[in-house]
């Protein structure tokens, strides 16, 4: 029979454009959000962080959004480079647990050079 | 500091073998967990350590999963016997106790089920 894997979300940019992955998340409860890359062959690495007390965290060429109205979560890279081709997850630790990390499906970013 | 380390990076096995998967957490970190991940089902968390302890085991599929951890530095899961839908990459990582702490991610382990 046909199997039926997670179709992952796509995004296809052009080298130094900028890129904007969204995340739904589902428990109104997480108060504790990470955005983590994965690269084929790699474990996730961790890009950046934010508690549910910010909007809005910036790092280096990365920012992270935070709507806890709409639990919605954005990474925007900015000049997005080859080397950020990679499977980008979010996840969110919910506010009764010190260590649950439940990981979203995860969006495939391709950079076109 | 080397990272979280896992071994092997790869294994296959044939169906009903034990399988032995090996985790050397971050020196210093005090909580381990073990995730897998697959096409389907994305990444799921097996088992969460804190202190050596485990803590939450809900995640483990069945009977033919443990996991041990003898001392702070050393975790092993196992699967006795191992079965093809067991095929994944499993993840071990690490990371301080605490509410807004990240986990450090291993290379993981893929293994393939034959």
């Not at chain 1, 060429?61 to 997005?80: E, F, G, P």
């Not at chain 2, 909580?31 to 968390?45: C, D, N």
């Not at chain 2, 009977?63 to 016997?81: E, G, H, V, Y």
Request: aromatic letters at 10%.
């Amino acid at each position: 029979g046909e199997s039926v894997g997670l179709h992952l979300p796509t995004l296809s940019v052009q080298e130094g454009d900028n890129s904007i992955i969204n995340c739904a998340y589902s428990n109104s409860a997480s108060d504790y959000f990470i955005w983590y890359k994965q690269e084929s062959g790699k474990g996730p690495q961790f890009i950046i962080d934010i508690r549910s007390n910010m909007d809005k965290r910036q790092g280096q060429r990365v920012t992270v959004l935070l709507n806890k109205t709409v639990k919605h979560l954005s990474l925007q890279i900015a000049a997005t480079q080859p080397g950020d081709s990679a499977v980008y997850f979010c996840a969110e630790k919910s506010g009764g647990s010190n260590y649950k990390l439940t990981f979203g499906k995860g969006t495939l970013l391709t950079v076109n050079p | 500091d080397a990272g979280v380390i896992q071994s092997p990076r790869h294994e296959v096995t044939e169906m009903g073998q034990e399988v032995t998967l090996r985790c050397k957490p971050i020196s210093g970190h005090n909580s381990l967990f073990w995730y897998r991940q697959t096409m389907m089902r994305g990444l799921e968390l097996l088992i969460y350590f804190n202190n050596n302890v485990p803590i939450d085991d809900s995640g483990m599929p069945e009977d033919r999963f443990s996991a041990k951890m003898p001392n702070a530095s050393f975790s092993t899961l196992k699967i006795q016997p191992s079965e093809p839908r067991d095929s994944a990459v499993y993840f071990c990582a690490s990371s301080w106790t605490g509410r807004n702490t990240e986990a450090f991610f291993g290379q993981g382990t893929r293994l393939t089920v034959v």
